[in-house]
Nanobody
Framework: VQLQAFGGGLVQAGGFLRLSCAAS????????MAWFRQAPGKEREFVAS????????YYVDSVKGRFTISRDNAKNTVYLQMNSLKREDTCVYYC???????????????????WGQGTQVTVSS
């Protein structure tokens, strides 16, 4: 599956952004989806995941209550609504897909098969 993420940008702390990731090439509803992020000089880290039907979602503790992952299988798109943004949320955000079952422990980069190109999110104080 090919993935293209967009929606990043510059926002003030406390603000919000909505990232989108459009999928093509395969049956989108067969894939679990996730968002990862990477700051300069740091490893790529898990942010949130959602099961193929959208029933199950999981989040890293640092974004719980602020970020919401969702998907629209009719539009082949997964979203990340980010509210109450903090400076430490400044990263490149990547969407990714997996054929594995989405479970709480599926948070490593090698658990995922396809990656989008990333979209920059910058939060200013």
């Amino acid at each position: 599956v090919q993935l293209q993420a967009f929606g990043g940008g510059l926002v003030q702390a406390g603000g919000f952004l909505r990232l989108s990731c459009a999928a093509s090439g395969r049956t989108f509803s067969h894939y679990g989806m996730a968002w990862f992020r990477q700051a300069p000089g740091k490893e790529r880290e898990f942010v949130a995941s959602i099961s193929y039907a959208g029933v199950s979602t999981y989040y890293v503790d640092s974004v719980k209550g602020r970020f919401t992952i969702s998907r629209d299988n009719a539009k082949n798109t997964v979203y990340l609504q980010m509210n109450s943004l903090k400076r430490e949320d400044t990263c490149v955000y990547y969407c990714t897909a997996t054929t594995r079952a989405i479970v709480p422990g599926l948070r490593r980069t090698y658990d995922y098969d396809s990656w989008g190109q990333g979209t920059q999110v910058t939060v200013s104080s």
